[in-house]
């Protein structure tokens, strides 16, 4: 007799609470997977055992995986039918279920929160500062993420006295004293020690910081951008090293990163306020430097001068601008 939806949904159920109540949280190697992005390759790892341990007759299948309250969020597909699942971003312990501990529908701080649609924001909308800060969270290998940073380098490039009013910051986490970046399979990659490269520029050797990035934003190559952007190695060799200086910077833009539920790269939060630049035109300088200006309180003469218009390559690039209008974000 076969079954219906809600009966094989509550069948699994059962199953994975009785894997979990047997020890599946004490599994001594991590379940495999082959995603590039993290958090679906660890749920295809939690797929895969649910495939070969918990389902008989039947295949589940991933359809979306994404970060979510220090954990991965998965979606999986079981005879069409969709479901929602968690899994430890060690692949570890697996959750069919989680409850969001949010006010109940009906107080209103929840009425407030889930039932306004953001307006579109404008220059008289944006909140003014004396010194206003634009924080753009990137990471360094998106294609996205270096577009903006393109953006941003161009901005610095024509207009210099807005360098001091604009922040690189980077996402990701800490995983046994070890960078997560959302491109790396494992803790301490490739993307992470770049991350962290560039912020210990950004920390300790700031007249260098824009010159490096502007560089790297076109190849990738760390070596000879060091070399063009005069940078002591040796003293960004040993802010890499200490946990003190490198670790110690990279957690507080994660701190920054929580703090704002920043989830994608590019990013962008100005005067504590996450902002749309395609509220004012889009992936280009001019769309920036408008946004950054119009949250002054009284605009400097240099926010008259008028930038690019063109939409700013994504990935590497030794041109500003690549013709296409990519307006994505790495999640």
Known sequence: MPFDKKTVFNILVAIILVALLLGIGKMQKPLLGFSLNPAQKVAQKAID??????LQGKTATLESARAVSGVYE???KIDNQEYTSYVTKDGKILFTSGIEMTPASNTPQANNTTNTTKAKQTCETLPKENQPLLEAFVVAKCPFGLQMQRIL????KNIPSLSKYIKVEYMGSVVNGKVQSMHDAEPGGEEATENMRQVCLREEQPDTFWNYLSCHIQKGDVNS?????????????ACLKDDNRGLAYIKKDFERQDKFNVTGSPTLILN???VSEFDFGGRTAEAVKTLLCCSFKDQPSFCSQKLTTENAATGFSTSYSSGSTNSGSCN
């Open 49 to 54: 055992y649910i495939n070969s341990n918990l």
């Open 272 to 274: 504590n306020e996450t």
């Open 74 to 76: 998965f979606k999986l």
């Open 225 to 237: 951008c060091l070399a063009q952007a005069k940078v002591d190695v040796s003293k960004l060799n």
């Open 153 to 156: 380098a161009e901005i610095v």
